[in-house]
């Protein structure tokens, strides 16, 4: 048996939404893009873009195309992309739900670049968690989960929102005390 | 129908040597056989690589590392370079061979043409032949490794043509259960026909009728699940696509039909004819396009036309069917 938590991120995403507002204000960003990598980081953005009423309208990216791992999981038709037509010279907000070991990052990063030469992109987080492959780290994060390389957290959505954490080792511990 | 009618070339089905253990893509032969599912599959995907005609096109990194080889033993200008395009956006390598021209007339016989190609450590082969079965008979024989995609076989297949074509029709009519279409011409000698009316009703299109001489009508066309009509001024009332075939003098031995003057005006599609169709119908053929002997100039250039949009799907559906039977790692 393994351990399943639910925590529900309102507070989170508010709180992340003010440090978005801040960190655009402190760089001097007028026109940001904010782009959610489909699907949890959809739903993240699609939140934060509400909370600092951007403009521009929400950018969408499945990167599963650009993926290092598509050679072993096959060709799976995309989630809708929506980008503008070009991010020429604009301020990206990459915006994904847990950033784990960087690939889904690199990926996405590959994908941006094909819109065009963004002046500067910040990765925006939800969850924070151990385990990088790849030298990738968020401007800006939600919250930090201590987790081990077995554990596994999902953003479950959109409405209402919420984290599943789950530990298959907690099992394991808990077995001698019954 | 008389017993003196032409036959179908037939093969057995191929959906043995077309899915792998997962039930997925791995070789493209033929649509007879294959899932409903796996065609709609085809479709979906086909739709993540379109681009609309005002965007620019980008490059995917899905076959970086592969090889894929054109191998064409028939002429061929669209499909040979639309494979070619989808191939390179899709980040492969690219090898035409032009077989007409190739070793196999120094004499090569075509096993060992292929063990060559196998030696270079090629991925995928797209075929083009004018036997019907070939793309088969290399599935039978090429490296287990190797993907197969059948780019028309003799009187067979052309399965991309009728996916492309599907697609196409999609794009104007979501609900294909509400529609009406309608295939023109040489029915008997046409791979793109047979494929086609085996993608609509594996789709499951609501009616499919079709227009030809007696001579270029297979006896078995309405076991094919299709209603034969006699003229044009019945068949096309009421259709939402009209798909033209061009006919094949180069695969006619005798005499099919009288002349091509008789042929357009008892078979041609006028501006006048397009008139019968329903308000929303549309325009389809394959190419290549015979002006003024299976249709009339302005038709093709005509405001119903969607034969330049199919050439451009054609390019997306092939990336489609192309990534799908890549052979996956197993690391």
Redesign the interface.
């Known amino acids: 048996m393994s351990s399943h938590e639910r925590v529900d991120v309102g507070a989170v995403l508010a709180h992340l939404g003010d440090s978005v507002k801040s960190f655009l204000t402190t760089r001097g960003i007028n026109l940001p893009v904010f782009v959610g990598i489909h699907t949890g980081g959809v739903w993240v953005a699609q939140a934060l873009h509400a909370h600092c009423a951007v403009a521009e309208p929400l950018g969408m990216l ?1 990167v599963s ?2 993926r290092d791992d ?9 989630k809708p ?1 929506r980008m503008p037509a070009s991010l020429d010279d604009r301020h990206v907000l990459l915006i994904d739900d847990v950033l784990f070991t960087g690939r889904t990052t690199r990926a996405a990063l ?1 994908e941006l670049f ?1 819109y065009g030469r963004p002046a500067s992109v910040s990765l925006v987080v939800l969850v924070e968690r151990p385990g990088r492959e790849i030298p990738v780290a968020p401007d800006l994060t939600g919250m930090r989960l201590e987790l081990g390389p077995e554990d596994r957290v999902k953003l479950q959505g959109p409405d209402p929102m919420e984290l599943v954490i789950t530990r298959p080792n907690d099992s394991l511990l808990e077995e001698p005390a019954r | 129908m008389s017993s003196t009618q032409p036959t179908l070339f037939r093969l057995p089905p191929a959906a043995q040597y077309q899915l792998d253990e997962e039930g997925r893509l791995r070789h493209f032969l033929t649509i007879e056989g294959l899932p409903t599912a796996l065609l709609e599959e085809i479709l979906s995907t086909a739709q993540s690589f379109h681009t609309a005609s005002d965007q620019a096109a980008r490059k995917v990194p899905l076959l970086r590392g592969k090889t894929i080889v054109n191998l064409f033993f028939e002429a061929s200008t669209r499909t040979r370079t639309t494979f070619e395009l989808a191939a390179k956006r899709l980040s492969a390598d690219v090898l035409n061979l032009d077989m007409a021209t190739a070793a196999t007339t120094k004499g090569e016989s075509l096993l060992d043409t292929l063990r060559n190609l196998e030696a270079m450590h090629c991925d995928m082969f797209v075929v083009r032949h004018h036997q019907s079965g070939a793309a088969h008979f290399i599935v039978r024989h090429v490296a287990e490794h190797i993907s197969v995609i059948n780019a028309g076989d003799g009187r067979h297949a052309h399965p991309t043509q009728a996916m492309l074509d599907m697609f196409t029709l999609r794009q104007h009519f979501p609900d294909f259960s509400a529609i009406t279409v309608v295939i023109v011409g040489d029915i008997l000698h046409s791979r793109v026909a047979r494929s086609e009316i085996q993608a609509l009703r594996a789709l499951g299109v609501g009616e499919i009728r079709v227009i030809a001489p007696r001579t270029l009508l297979p006896r078995e066309a309405t076991s094919l699940g299709v209603i034969p009509f006699k003229s044009m001024e019945e068949g096309l009332v009421g259709a939402q696509a009209v798909i033209m075939l061009r006919l094949q003098k180069e695969r006619m031995h005798g005499s099919f039909v009288p002349s091509e003057t008789e042929y357009y005006r008892l078979y041609g599609l006028t501006r006048a004819r397009v008139e019968l169709l329903a308000e929303d119908g549309i325009v389809m053929h394959p190419g290549p396009v015979n002006r003024g002997v299976e249709i009339e100039s302005a038709v093709v250039d005509g405001p119903r036309s969607v034969i330049l949009k199919q050439v451009r799907n054609g390019i997306a559906v092939r990336m489609a069917i192309l990534s799908m039977a890549m052979r996956r790692h197993a690391w």
């Open positions: 499945d195309y650009h598509v050679a072993r999981t096959g060709v799976r038709p995309l992309v590959n094909e």
